[in-house]
């Protein structure tokens, strides 16, 4: 099973609300990622956690705000987003960093947020 | 700096063999996926290359040169639903660097 699953599928919020993504797996990876997706780009990478703890923040405004709460769950808060923020966020996970091997990301289907 | 570089857009026929090709320069390097991206949904993993040489799986291949900085997917007996994005990317220290994507149309 390499099954990472997303909620929710699509989200419309206005630039005062705040809003949460969440992302699910069940595989015992613990390594998880935020990406962005705009259309016809490749996926940019936003944060990674690696065992729970934030390892990578890739210069990502603070209205994004990424938690791991448990080896099984990634969330990704949301305030005071912009319309440019409007895109297809993806959650990815991995077996884990460093430790040699494929350390294949499977993604989440996504989250198509709409900023208005 | 980082670089991967791949077309943009290519298109093959039903039934045909498509090669999209990847050249890559990265600060590290610890092995190069290729994955299929349709229209709106999320990547999935085709394929990762480490050693050089050719990984076969099914009607996709993935070869790759290390020295060469090269990586090519090959497609077989392609068929409609292979109509695509395919990306290109160098994993690096936890990391996914990705190509900017080639879109692939198949006609009948």
């Known amino acids: 099973d390499t099954e990472v699953t997303q909620t929710p599928k699509h989200l419309v919020m206005g630039m005062t609300n705040k809003k949460s993504l969440k992302c699910e797996q069940h595989m015992g990876h613990r390594a998880m990622y935020w990406y962005k997706q705009k259309a016809k780009k490749p996926p940019e990478l936003m944060f990674v956690?690696?065992?729970?703890?934030?390892?990578i923040n890739e210069s990502v405004p603070s209205r994004f705000s990424p938690e791991c709460p448990n080896s099984s769950l990634l969330n990704l808060h949301l305030h005071a987003l912009q319309p440019e923020d409007s895109a297809l966020y993806l959650c990815?996970?991995?077996?884990?960093?460093?430790?040699?091997?494929?350390?294949?990301?499977?993604f989440g289907p996504g989250t198509r947020l709409l900023v208005l | 700096g980082q670089n991967i570089d791949q077309p943009t857009e290519m298109t093959a026929t039903e039934g045909a063999i498509v090669q999209i090709n990847c050249t890559y320069q990265t600060s590290g390097f610890n092995g190069l996926f290729w994955y299929q991206q349709h229209a709106g949904e999320a990547p999935t993993f085709l394929s990762y290359n480490v050693l050089d040489g050719l990984e076969e799986k099914g009607r996709f291949s993935s070869f790759l040169s290390r020295s060469k900085g090269y990586s090519y997917l090959l497609l077989k007996e392609l068929q409609m639903k292979d109509s695509a994005s395919y990306l290109c990317?160098?994993?690096?220290?936890?990391?996914?660097?990705f190509g900017q994507g080639t879109e692939l149309s198949v006609k009948p």
């Open positions: 956690y690696s065992y729970e703890k934030l390892s």
């Open positions: 990815a996970s991995t077996t884990a960093i460093g430790a040699g091997g494929q350390e294949t990301q499977y």
């Open positions: 990317a160098v994993s690096r220290g936890g990391k996914l660097i």
